[in-house]
């Protein structure tokens, strides 16, 4: 009767090593998957610092530009205060 019941019990075994494998498996996928998406929302958060540093360049020079036109017409303002004759 123990050999039976031993012989009734390894597929049983067999089956609970193998989920344990499967289990294992899955711990190590979703560990890769965790870093992988770790790396993602890293370059994610880089991307958006560029992009905040990006929109506050493209405001200054904005204001440069404003300022250059403005800079512009005061010295045309200027210069056509002088006459020159022939």
């Known amino acids: 009767m123990t050999d039976e019941a031993g012989d009734r019990r390894r ?14 498996d899955i711990l190590t996928a979703s ?4 870093q992988g998406i770790h790396l993602v929302n890293s370059a ?8 905040q540093q ?3 360049l493209v405001e200054q020079s904005a204001a440069a530009a404003t300022s250059l036109a403005n800079q512009a017409r005061a010295l045309e303002n200027t210069v056509a205060l002088f006459r020159l004759t022939a």
């Open 11 to 24: 597929p049983s075994v067999a089956a609970i090593q193998q989920t344990s494998l499967m289990m294992s």
């Open 31 to 34: 560990n890769a998957q965790s």
């Open 44 to 51: 994610v958060n880089q991307m958006d610092n560029v992009t």
């Open 54 to 56: 990006n929109a506050i």
